[in-house]
Nanobody
Framework: VQLQASGGGLVQAGGSLRLSCAAS????????IGWFRQAPGKEREVVAV????????YYEESVKGRFTISRLNAKKTVYLQMNSLEPEDTAVYYC??????????????WGQGTLVTVSS
């Protein structure tokens, strides 16, 4: 599975962005997909995870109510809608596939990151 993340950019606090993670590979629809982020000087952290069916999701506490993860298997794409962005959300965001249901999740496949910068 190959993953391509896109949609990052510069936005003012309170604004919104939608990240996309496009996947290739026939087994994509059977994988849980996760979004992670790494801010400068900090460890990578999980942001949200969605199961293959899309029925069950996980959100990191600080993004609950602001971020929404979704997937469109027909397009092999997972989205992360980010609303009410805060400067603390500034980070490089990564998507990953074949993630375990552990805390933190481990994932087998990783895409390149996309930079999100939130200005105050």
């Amino acid at each position: 599975v190959q993953l391509q993340a896109s949609g990052g950019g510069l936005v003012q606090a309170g604004g919104s962005l939608r990240l996309s993670c496009a996947a290739s590979g026939r087994t994509y629809s059977s994988y849980s997909i996760g979004w992670f982020r790494q801010a400068p000087g900090k460890e990578r952290e999980v942001v949200a995870v969605i199961r293959p069916s899309g029925e069950t999701t996980y959100y990191e506490e600080s993004v609950k109510g602001r971020f929404t993860i979704s997937r469109l298997n027909a397009k092999k794409t997972v989205y992360l809608q980010m609303n009410s962005l805060e400067p603390e959300d500034t980070a490089v965001y990564y998507c990953a596939a074949a993630c375990t249901y552990t805390n933190p999740p481990g994932c087998a496949y990783w895409g390149q990151g996309t930079l999100v910068t939130v200005s105050s």
